[in-house]
């Protein structure tokens, strides 16, 4: 059982955040359970405002990138924001990245440290997962960009949790059992971090975004395995380049690689 005190509360999320974030959130909504916050916000023909927040204390068919499974673990903070924009962008997953920066940044404003991001949507800790980022667009008639984006952060994990998880995960209590903050402000130091990435998106530098990106970037530097083109190689890899495209050294050459096009796999090295 959730105490009472921790329990997702609308109006304790919106005490805690500043005045520029809540002018920006119309409605936050808490649902005890749903199947995903992303999918409601992506029904009713999408009609939802910029900023309409929507938080779930467990999800039923909680979604990762590629339709993979979100698990519900022992507490966690799951929740999505819906935001219009005017026209498409030409390289829309940089939205990716910059979110990944500014959840960075809110959980070390926080007081966490050595938190970093992991292409292409993963926020870690040490190298196992503390949250993940998903991204849902709808392309309107009137050409609007109907944008969904769900966050979801472990707070705390049981041993049940990381052995039905089929990768490395951590949460919050794990990286720092010292740190005590209310759930709720958790949440609302999140959901900050999102508004500032939607509002900031269309005018944000890439240059200066890519930038960002790389000084967070788990694996910048280490020898990792690639799938590209149906291929696994052993690539050193550099980063991203200005336009978002994953940059790997392989037999001294760089190649650089679009968002759906490459696979991070394994950290080991293959055998020739």
């Not at 329990?7 to 955040?17: A, K, Q, S, V």
């Not at 903070?77 to 935001?83: E, N, T």
């Not at 998880?165 to 999140?190: C, F, H, M, W």
Request: glycine residues 4%.
């Amino acid at each position: 059982m959730n105490n009472k005190d921790d329990l997702l509360n609308p109006y304790y999320i919106r005490d805690f955040l500043p005045i520029e974030s809540s002018l920006l959130v119309p409605v936050i909504q808490v649902f005890e359970s749903t199947d995903s916050t992303n999918n409601v916000l992506l029904e009713k023909n999408c009609v939802y405002p910029n900023g309409h927040t929507c938080f779930a204390e467990k999800q039923t068919r909680g979604r990762g990138v590629s339709d993979k499974e979100w698990v519900n673990v022992k507490k966690n903070i799951c929740f999505s924001v819906a935001w219009n924009y005017e026209e498409s962008h030409k390289y829309p997953h940089m939205l990716n990245f910059l979110m990944a920066i500014k959840v960075v940044n809110a959980l070390k404003i926080l007081g966490y440290k050595d938190i970093c991001a992991k292409w292409p949507n993963d926020i870690v800790h040490d190298g196992s997962k503390l949250a993940g980022i998903l991204i849902d667009s709808k392309y309107k008639k009137d050409s609007k960009v109907y944008i969904v984006i769900g966050i979801g952060l472990n707070i705390d994990t049981s041993i049940e949790d990381k052995n039905s998880i089929g990768q490395e995960v951590t949460d919050l209590y794990s990286v720092d059992k010292k740190i005590v903050i209310p759930r709720n402000k958790i949440a609302a130091s999140i959901l900050t971090s999102v508004i500032e990435c939607l509002s900031e998106f269309y005018n944000y530098d890439l240059k200066k975004l890519s930038d960002e990106w790389n000084l967070i970037d788990y694996n910048l530097g280490k020898d990792k395995i690639i799938v590209a083109d149906k291929k696994k190689m052993n690539v050193e890899i550099k980063g991203i380049n200005n336009i978002g495209q994953l940059c790997c050294s392989h037999n001294g050459k760089l190649n650089f690689y679009n968002f759906n096009e490459v696979e991070i796999i394994k950290d080991e090295i293959l055998c020739d």
